[in-house]
Each structure stands twice: as structure tokens, then as C-alpha cells.
């Protein structure tokens, strides 16, 4: 069964000893959703289809906004072409040189074809998407089980930076030696525990979205 927004908060508010939900409410739906897009564009996003349609003078076509982006590019999978029945080749960019047959996913968040797709030609495109985005109580946490725990940590070690922050800044006007040090703050510590703890999750299961199919 999938959790809501309305359940899942007090899963991570337990961890922050925020029993109400209530201290902490804006810091932990910020954070989760900044776990949940870490989650889609670093490991396993939201396997997605669209369909394009050639019309025989066009070239390039946008990508879905919600494609994830990261590092190495847009998480395109894979390109059926429809209409023939094959997996498209994905072609290299190179510079000064004339670009092989099939598609090139641009930097623009655009998606061209070498040669040009003829009229009413259909294409598949299999991309990743970001989940989306937590707003209220009844949003849905779609994603994995077993990234339930890692999405937890994450937000609750976000979270716990906050009170650390405002200690932080307290501890600039402490005059006294033996007042302590903001870095001694323990908060502090078990903040990188959890993200820590979040990137040992995902390293222990496999991505098998990012592959490529053909």
C-alpha cells in the first residue's frame, strides 16, 4: 500500500523526536522533496513513455519537463520507432563532424533526429521522470519500498540542520572560552549519520532504470 504525505511525515518526525509533526512541519516537506528528486536523478527515478510524431520538416522536440536531468544528461532509456518496429541508435555529438543516423539528446532539453522523421512517423521515447512533488497530506510517496527508509533519513538529517543552524548563529555572541563550539553540537554529527545512512541505502540496491534498453 502506498504511504501519503499525511501518515509518511510522522514517520519522519519520530526520527527528529517531533511526535506532532508540528516543530518541524515546513523544514520536513521541503526536505522530502529534495530527497525525492536526489532519489529520481542519482538512482531510481519514474520510468515514463511519450510519443512524437513526424511531420516531415521537423528535427528537434522537447523533452517532458518532468525528465530527469543530473550529471551525464537527460535520462533518455531508449527510442522505438514505432511505425518500423526497431530501438533506435542514440548518436554521438561531435563537433565538426556530421552526426550518425538516429537520436541526440541536446543540452537544451531537446531531442533531434538525423535524418529528419517523416510525416506521421510515431516514435516511443522511454524516459526517467522526477516523482513528483509533495504538497499536501494527500500526496502520494510513489517510489520503492524498500527507498522508504533512505527518503526517511535524508529528510530527517535536512531537517536536524535547522536547529543547528539557529545554535550556530547564537554562538557567535558567547564571549565565555568554555562556551563550546557550534561543530561540538551533537545534532550536528547525527545530521551526517542519516544522509550518510541514505547513501549507503542506495548503494546497496541496484539501478536498473538507468540502464539503456534495446
Known amino acids: ?4 504525505w499525511g501518515t509518511f511525515k510522522y514517520e519522519i518526525a ?3 523526536n517531533d511526535p506532532q509533526a508540528a516543530k518541524f512541519s515546513d523544514d520536513m516537506l521541503a526536505s522530502v522533496n529534495d530527497a525525492l528528486r536526489i532519489l529520481a536523478s542519482t538512482h531510481t527515478g519514474v520510468a515514463s513513455t511519450f510519443n512524437l510524431v513526424g511531420d516531415g520538416a521537423t528535427a528537434s522536440f522537447p523533452v517532458p519537463d518532468n525528465a530527469v536531468d543530473s550529471n551525464d544528461g537527460i535520462r533518455i532509456r531508449g527510442v522505438y520507432d ?16 556530421v552526426p550518425d543516423e538516429g537520436y541526440m539528446i541536446w543540452p537544451d532539453y531537446t531531442l533531434k533526429f538525423n535524418p529528419i522523421p517523416p510525416t506521421t512517423r510515431v516514435y516511443n521515447v522511454h524516459y526517467i521522470a522526477y516523482y513528483n512533488d509533495v504538497d499536501d497530506d494527500n500526496s502520494i ?4 519500498k524498500w527507498a522508504y527508509e533512505a527518503v526517511k533519513l535524508y529528510a530527517a538529517g535536512r ?10 548563529l547564537l554562538a557567535n555572541f558567547r564571549t565565555r572560552v568554555d562556551s563550546g563550539n557550534p561543530e561540538h553540537n551533537p545534532m ?13 541505502i542506495l548503494a546497496a540496491h541496484p539501478a536498473p532504470q538507468l540502464d539503456k534498453i534495446s
Do not use: A, N
Not at 514505432?82 to 563532424?97: A, H, L
Not at 531537517?159 to 550556530?168: C, G, H, N
Open 14 to 16: 519520530r526520527i527528529v
Open 141 to 144: 510517496i510513489d517510489i520503492p
Open 82 to 97: 514505432v511505425t518500423v518496429g526497431v530501438w533506435m541508435t542514440e548518436s554521438d555529438i561531435i563537433p565538426g563532424m
Open 159 to 168: 531537517v536536524l540542520q535547522s536547529p543547528v543552524s539557529q545554535l550556530t
Open 1 to 4: 500500500m502506498q504511504k501519503t
Open 188 to 200: 550536528l554529527d547525527l545530521s551526517k549519520y542519516y544522509i550518510t545512512q541514505f547513501w549507503d
